[in-house]
């Protein structure tokens, strides 16, 4: 991360109104290029998640053991959740960052290693008491085969709570001493323990299916401690230094424990919230396998959510707590609108992907072994699931950043509100859906995403109002420019597809083509109409006609022509919403009409993958080119952030 400007050149007042935007820029590139390192990291661990979910999947299939599995599992990270990457993280990085900003290392040193020592104390004696009252449970509760399975399975994993807590927090120091690596790439190990538990260790405790599923909780008792080893030597070599200490008096730790309360609260909730999602499908869906349906398609979805929203989220707040401490507001409110607008940039198009390929992509992970039974029914269950997931995305996403930039003001009552309607809400339709209709562990799924739209709307509202910007009437213009624009150009896209893809002998590029140059002449005019209203220009068919006057001045850009200073903070965000949107809907059709196009699926694994990874590919690429096409600030803003950077020529 970039460092804080020195106070002397705050206080110079020729350097002053110069250095503010170059300090901003170079602070939205670093976590520009810090998101990108986290990503690719994350990238890599979720590639090995899925190859993970895979092998479990042909090992075990939908059964009740790997529903016991993954239901103990909740539990180590219900607590990472709360103790670690969570609430407690949310709110000691703001705390750690304002003493590091202003020069207080030591004090930051310490408020750190006293967290550390109480946090581990405490989980230790908490893991301890839940093995107690487990064993007791299990010896004289006479309860089910499934669920004796599944608290004997916590009792292994159960001490993971101590080492990925930890972890986390070890991980929260590094990112706000500006290292990254470490913390992305820790969450590998955990997945490789695994890989290798089901591929050369699966028979050590036994053949029969119960006693090799006790070979992955070791496997994660295995990952913990791992995860928690590599974060130490680079910590060690950043200067961290930790001393032992239980001492409640200490300022920094009482800050942190103020905040500690709400905010965990608002991860509580978030939790209750999956846990009664995984209860309701035990309870409610008689069928076998509801809760790993549920599980595996909400992998799906954490791949783009974890390297887009949660990659940019981990780099922002460690600035956006900076710049908040130092009472830059302005560069505050910019840096979040690159963290959105770089999220939505790349969540919104995975949403059209994802609902597009839902069933392929299943298929494709998951389609192997006793996962296959039944004539598939479960990739297909599965394949719903990720489907209506999807349809959340941008939603959870969202939420990610808003959350955090909330946390970095130190402000922990707000989203825990937010979390607790969103919670009410899901559990309202978590049970209209399931018992009011026969969507089954999909109507879990769509309730998620129905929930995470209004938190999404809460947290917004709140950081709206925080930033004290009052142009509401522009607001509401632009959204009804872009709903009207996304409205109108689908149906316009739906309408000429259909026009020109009725005849089999036509050639389906053609309807391609047609429906996307209507679907982005219709939202492309709606949005122009916007800006053009907003910048001051001549509407676009007298800019066509040369008529309007354009601006050649050195301080003008491409974006409409005109100098960079009109380009307000909120009319930057619509701009990358609005190019956003245009170029998911081409990537959409495109990706619509390559799938189209393939042969039907079969059973070998090269149809499944020709069918799940064409299209992608093709629709990245697309993406690409549509962005460059329509001007992307987010395309041209992530190309300089990981551009090759020029060294500066020797002075003569």
């Known amino acids: 991360m970039a460092q804080p400007d020195e106070p002397k050149k705050d206080d110079a007042p020729s350097a002053a109104p110069a250095a503010k935007p170059e300090s901003g820029h170079g602070d939205r590139r670093s976590m520009l290029r810090s998101a990108g390192l986290v990503s690719f990291m994350t990238i890599l661990s979720r590639i090995l998640g899925l190859w993970r979910d895979r092998l479990m999947a042909a090992i075990f299939g939908a059964s009740g053991f790997n529903d016991a599995f993954n ?7 219900l607590t990472r959740r709360l103790f670690g990457e969570g609430a407690l993280s949310s709110v000691f990085v703001p705390v750690f960052s ?16 006293i967290l550390l020592t109480r946090l581990a104390l405490l989980l230790f004696v908490l893991c301890l008491v839940f093995v107690g009252v487990s064993m007791a449970a299990v010896k004289f509760g006479g309860l089910s085969k499934q669920r004796e399975l599944t608290l004997n399975l916590a009792n292994w994993m159960i001490f993971y709570c101590v080492l990925i807590n930890i972890a986390a927090v070890m991980m929260s120091i590094l990112n706000s001493l500006g290292h990254f690596l470490a913390g992305a790439f820790s969450p590998v190990l955990l997945n490789l323990c695994m890989i290798l538990s089901c591929t050369i260790a699966l ?72 846990l009664m999602d995984q209860v309701i499908a035990t309870v409610f869906i008689p069928e076998e396998g509801p809760v790993t349906m549920l599980a595996y398609g909400n992998r799906l979805i954490q791949l783009p959510w974890a390297i887009f ?3 940019v989220a981990t780099a922002a707040l460690p600035m956006l707590s900076r710049l908040w401490a130092e009472q830059k507001k302005d560069e505050f409110a910019r840096g979040l609108s690159t963290a959105v607008r770089s999220t939505l940039y790349l969540a919104v198009p995975s949403t059209v992907g994802l609902c597009l390929l839902s069933t392929d992509l299943t298929r494709l992970f998951y389609g192997t072994g006793e996962f296959l039974k039944n004539d598939g029914e479960a990739v297909i269950r599965t394949g719903n699931v990720v489907f209506y997931f999807a349809l959340g995305l941008c939603f959870y996403s969202l939420n990610a950043i808003m959350a955090r930039a909330i946390y970095a003001t130190k402000d922990t009552k707000t989203p825990t509100r937010a979390a607790a309607v969103s919670v009410a809400v899901n559990i ?35 950081v709206y109002r925080k930033l004290e910007r009052r142009h509401m009437g522009r607001a509401v213009s632009f959204a009804a420019a872009l709903v009207g624009g996304l409205c109108l150009g689908t149906a316009a896209a739906i309408l000429a597809y259909r026009f020109y893809a009725r005849d089999p002998s ?18 492309g005019g709606c949005g122009d109409a916007f800006f053009a209203k907003e910048l001051g220009l001549p509407s676009i068919f007298t800019r066509l006609m040369g008529s309007g006057e354009k601006d050649t001045s050195a301080g003008a850009n491409l974006y409409y022509g005109v100098p960079e200073e009109k ?15 245009m170029a998911s809907t081409v990537m959409g059709l495109c990706v619509w009409t390559v799938r189209d196009s393939l042969p039907p699926e079969g059973h070998s694994f090269a149809l499944v993958f020709q069918r799940a990874i064409v299209p992608v590919a093709v629709g990245v690429f697309v ?12 395309y041209d803003e992530l190309k300089a952030a990981f551009g090759r950077r020029r060294k500066p020529a020797p002075k003569a």
């Open 428 to 462: 309202t339709l978590n049970l209209l859906f399931v018992l009011g209709t026969e969507m089954r562990e999909s109507g879990l799924a769509l309730a998620s995403a129905i929930s995470g739209a209004v938190q999404t709307a809460i947290l917004v509202r709140a």
């Open 203 to 274: 028979d050590w405790m036994g053949t029969d299916a119960e006693s090799r599923i006790y070979v992955q909780a070791v496997a994660v008792l295995a990952g913990g401690a791992l995860q928690l080893a590599m974060m130490i030597p680079p910590a060690l070599s950043r200067g961290f230094k930790f001393t032992p200490a239980l001492d409640t008096a200490d300022e920094g730790y009482r800050e942190v424990m103020s905040g500690f309360l709400p905010t965990i609260a608002n991860v509580a909730l978030f939790q209750i919230n999956l």
């Open 309 to 311: 929203s949660l990659s």
């Open 506 to 523: 036509q050639e389906q590029v053609i309807a391609f083509i047609v429906a996307a140059v209507a679907s982005v002449a219709v939202l």
């Open 98 to 113: 304002e003493r590091l900003a202003t020069n207080r290392r030591a004090e930051a040193f310490r408020t750190a290693s």
């Open 71 to 77: 239901l103990a599992f909740l539990l180590p990270n």
């Open 567 to 581: 380009w307000t903070t909120d009319l930057v965000l619509y701009h990358g919403l609005f190019t956003t949107a």
């Open 623 to 634: 993406y690409v080119m549509a962005s460059s096409i329509f001007q992307s600030r987010e």
